[in-house]
């Protein structure tokens, strides 16, 4: 006999379910900006965000990472708007999208759903290779990986966008490549999509020429290796199998392209990545020369508004750019949200509530997104990934406030 309490809860969980669902692909469909409806998806994001929380009845407090979230928004988008005097659109871009992204970020995680975090994760690493693929199968299409073009055209909206920041589509699926070929996400199809995904995005960035794409996939992929490893207190034995594997591999590639078998080695040299490496080394490379450029002219220019007289129209660098186009305030108050966040990450990759997973998640992010904010101009030339990082964060913050008081619950019980 099916009871009232039964059939109430049966209702709860499928309720769930449906709204974990709908959350899922509205994820998939603001982050790959679908059709170009970039704003129509911003508002279907954040009503569908409320509508989750208020579901899953998580509950919201004012914190002042928050605060600051708050402050650093409102002061770019109005000193940016002010020198630019498009105050409308730096309004949508700067602050709607980034401060909407933390807030619901913030709101949809609660203790009982942990899962999401990784799944919206997931969302968002597809939909923004979904949307990168899009802008590369328009550029071969097109012929302009034969003619070493180094603009690629928006396939949804037909703006057109430097090829190193068209990599930057694919920073957050490439990150997730050891997470892929582990047992760390054990669903084989998503495992499957996730390892295709991450192979197209390698394949463009040798077509597009993109060598930042290809630094960030090392680093971050030996990184995990350290941090699974400690994590899950790999035996010396283990670690030496894995060195012989990953030697035998490198020895296997580094034969097929030496020997030029099926013609690799021959493909490789005619793409534009390896005209690029040979073009221009990374340490002659013009935006690291940005670096001394800006140190002599900083102090001279506290209040941004592009007056700094570069070599490069940007500084390809997310905080120096900032400071170069909003000065000092916003500058700051980016640099204290920065070590909040990092804080967040520190706290859930200690702490012993949380499974490996999320752990790695959280730093695999971070770092990935941090690296790419480095060496290109994210909030000139694609705002919406700053609006990413901000989501992501959100959800970090309320993992750390969960398990806080979960923490502070255990010590009051005992």
Same mark, same amino acid.
């Given at each position: 006999?099916?009871?009232?309490?039964?059939?109430?809860?049966?209702?709860?969980?499928?309720?769930?379910?449906? =709204? %974990?669902?709908?959350?899922?692909?509205?994820?998939?469909?603001?982050?790959?900006?679908?059709?170009?409806?970039?704003?129509?998806?911003?508002?279907?994001?954040?009503?569908?965000?409320?509508?989750?929380?208020?579901?899953?009845?998580?509950?919201?407090?004012?914190? *002042?990472e928050?605060?600051?979230?708050?402050?650093?928004?409102?002061?770019?988008?109005?000193?940016?708007?002010?020198?630019?005097?498009?105050?409308?659109?730096?309004?949508?871009?700067?602050?709607?999208?980034?401060?909407?992204?933390?807030?619901?970020?913030?709101l949809?995680?609660?203790? %009982?759903?942990?899962?999401?975090? =990784?799944?919206t994760?997931?969302?968002? #690493?597809l939909?923004?290779?979904?949307?990168?693929?899009?802008?590369?199968?328009?550029?071969? &299409?097109?012929?302009?990986?034969?003619?070493?073009?180094?603009?690629?055209?928006?396939?949804?909206?037909?703006?057109?966008?430097?090829?190193?920041?068209?990599?930057?589509?694919?920073?957050?699926?490439?990150?997730?490549?050891?997470?892929?070929?582990?047992?760390?996400?054990?669903? *084989?199809?998503?495992?499957?999509?996730?390892?295709?995904?991450?192979?197209?995005?390698?394949?463009? #960035?040798?077509?597009?020429?993109?060598r930042?794409?290809i630094?960030?996939?090392?680093?971050?992929?030996?990184?995990?290796?350290?941090?699974?490893?400690?994590e899950?207190?790999?035996?010396? *034995?283990?670690?030496?199998?894995?060195?012989?594997?990953?030697?035998?591999?490198?020895?296997?590639?580094?034969?097929?392209?030496?020997?030029?078998?099926?013609?690799?080695?021959?493909?490789?040299?005619?793409?534009?990545?390896?005209?690029?490496?040979?073009?221009? #080394?990374?340490?002659?490379?013009?935006?690291?020369?940005?670096?001394?450029?800006?140190?002599?002219?900083?102090? *001279?220019?506290?209040?941004?508004?592009?007056?700094?007289?570069?070599?490069?129209?940007?500084?390809?660098?997310?905080?120096?750019?900032?400071?170069?186009?909003?000065?000092?305030?916003?500058?700051?108050?980016?640099?204290?949200?920065?070590?909040?966040?990092?804080k967040?990450?520190?706290f859930?990759?200690?702490?012993?509530?949380?499974?490996?997973?999320?752990?790695?998640?959280?730093?695999?992010?971070?770092?990935?997104?941090?690296?790419?904010?480095?060496?290109?101009?994210?909030?000139?030339?694609?705002?919406?990934?700053?609006?990413?990082?901000?989501?992501?964060?959100?959800?970090? &913050?309320?993992?750390?406030?969960?398990? &806080?008081? &979960?923490?502070?619950?255990?010590?009051?019980?005992?």
């Amino acid at each position: 006999m099916i009871t009232y309490e039964k059939l109430s809860t049966k209702t709860t969980v499928d309720t769930k379910k449906i =709204t %974990n669902f709908i959350w899922y692909v509205s994820i998939l469909l603001f982050s790959s900006n679908f059709f170009g409806l970039s704003e129509f998806l911003l508002y279907l994001f954040i009503f569908v965000g409320l509508f989750h929380a208020y579901i899953n009845k998580s509950r919201f407090r004012i914190s *002042k990472e928050l605060l600051v979230v708050f402050l650093f928004t409102i002061s770019y988008t109005i000193i940016s708007s002010h020198y630019a005097n498009n105050l409308q659109a730096s309004f949508i871009l700067y602050f709607v999208y980034p401060f909407s992204a933390y807030f619901i970020g913030s709101l949809v995680v609660n203790f %009982n759903n942990f899962k999401l975090y =990784t799944n919206t994760i997931i969302c968002l #690493s597809l939909g923004l290779f979904f949307h990168g693929i899009l802008n590369v199968y328009f550029y071969v &299409k097109n012929g302009n990986h034969f003619l070493e073009v180094r603009v690629i055209r928006d396939y949804w909206e037909g703006f057109d966008l430097a090829a190193t920041l068209q990599g930057s589509y694919f920073t957050l699926i490439i990150s997730l490549l050891l997470l892929s070929v582990t047992k760390i996400i054990d669903n *084989k199809i998503i495992k499957t999509i996730i390892i295709i995904s991450i192979f197209f995005s390698i394949i463009s #960035s040798f077509y597009i020429g993109n060598r930042t794409l290809i630094m960030i996939c090392i680093i971050v992929f030996f990184t995990n290796i350290i941090l699974f490893s400690k994590e899950i207190k790999l035996g010396y *034995k283990s670690v030496i199998k894995f060195l012989i594997l990953l030697c035998s591999i490198i020895f296997f590639v580094y034969f097929i392209i030496e020997f030029d078998i099926f013609s690799i080695k021959t493909i490789v040299e005619s793409t534009n990545l390896y005209s690029r490496i040979n073009e221009i #080394s990374i340490i002659d490379d013009p935006r690291i020369n940005i670096y001394t450029e800006f140190a002599r002219q900083f102090y *001279k220019y506290p209040f941004g508004g592009k007056e700094m007289i570069l070599s490069l129209a940007y500084a390809h660098n997310m905080w120096l750019d900032i400071y170069h186009v909003a000065g000092f305030v916003p500058f700051i108050l980016l640099i204290i949200l920065n070590i909040m966040i990092v804080k967040n990450v520190i706290f859930i990759y200690k702490s012993s509530k949380i499974n490996t997973q999320i752990k790695i998640l959280a730093i695999t992010t971070l770092m990935s997104l941090s690296l790419n904010f480095m060496v290109e101009p994210i909030m000139e030339g694609i705002p919406f990934l700053f609006s990413i990082f901000m989501l992501i964060n959100g959800m970090n &913050k309320k993992i750390k406030d969960v398990i &806080k008081e &979960k923490e502070n619950e255990s010590i009051m019980d005992r």
